[in-house]
């Protein structure tokens, strides 16, 4: 019995991502729960077919392993005729709503890993060339990306913005903003991190030209301005993201943050 309840909170949480846990009936949660759909991954695959499958365990398994109790509970109307037991349609549409979202949270992510594992190849060939003998001076030249930006920068070998260089641009500052959404997300209560982590995780669209970058806000359509400044310490090119840590506390605050703001 934990286990079912340990799953029927993991659905809850999932629910609460996609805004509908106030919506969805207790039934469909349990029976969810019974039968091991309790991940994004195994609701993504949910189709027509298991949901008749759904129907036919609640109607032959389940009322051989409920309590009277249980059994009026879950089977409401149908507890007098369990054999013509099944989902209505409007609830139906409910958990296709679902298998839906979770069909798009689990793109996001497929994306999102994708686009680490080209950052990460990039970085591992980097480090290749300049371990590589007689090679110091031209990556000192090269386009590859530094990866001692701080919090609040990305810098990057001094050269033209070719059209390649600006895709190597937006890759390293989409991996500093979300290493931004990653700390805001840490920082709140688990509850409300989860109800955020879907528009959180969203694509970010990154436009640059020249020394100038816009980068979109995954949560509004706001765009926040970067820029590029020398670093003459290092000899580099600097982008500076602070505006965009600046908005994204605006959307990500704390809630001593929001304590605070309420009393003055």
């Not at 469909?28 to 195994?42: E, F």
């Not at 990460?120 to 371990?131: F, V």
């Not at 669209?205 to 765009?223: L, T």
């Amino acid at each position: 019995m934990q286990r079912v309840n340990e799953s029927k909170n993991k659905i809850l949480d999932i629910l609460k991502e996609f805004d509908i846990d106030t919506n969805f009936p207790a039934y469909l949660i349990d029976l969810l729960a019974y039968t091991g759909y309790s991940n994004h991954k195994a609701l993504s695959l949910l189709d027509d077919e298991d949901i008749v499958k759904l129907e036919d365990f609640a109607r032959k398994t389940l009322p051989l392993l409920l309590t009277e109790e249980e059994k009026l509970s879950f089977f409401g109307i149908f507890i007098r005729n369990l054999p013509v037991f099944c989902i209505v349609d409007g609830d139906k549409k409910l958990l296709q709503f679902l298998r839906t979202k979770c069909k798009e949270f689990e793109e996001n992510k497929r994306k999102r890993l994708n686009t680490n594992d080209r950052i990460n190849n990039r970085q591992t060939k980097k480090k290749r060339i300049s371990e590589t003998p007689g090679t110091s001076q031209a990556t000192s030249r090269g386009t590859s990306l530094s990866s001692t930006a701080s919090d609040n920068d990305c810098a990057l070998s001094s050269e033209e913005n070719n059209s390649e260089n600006n895709e190597r641009i937006r890759e390293h500052i989409k991996l500093v903003v979300r290493s931004y959404q990653e700390k805001f997300l840490k920082s709140i209560g688990a509850e409300e991190s989860s109800c955020l982590q879907e528009q959180a995780t969203n694509d970010i669209i990154v436009e640059v030209k020249d020394d100038v970058a816009f980068i979109q806000c995954s949560r509004c359509d706001f765009r926040s301005k970067a820029y590029c400044e020398i670093d003459k310490k290092r000899n580099k090119k600097k982008w500076v993201l602070s505006n965009v840590n600046r908005h994204f506390k605006t959307h990500f605050k704390l809630p001593s943050e929001k304590s605070s703001v309420k009393k003055k």
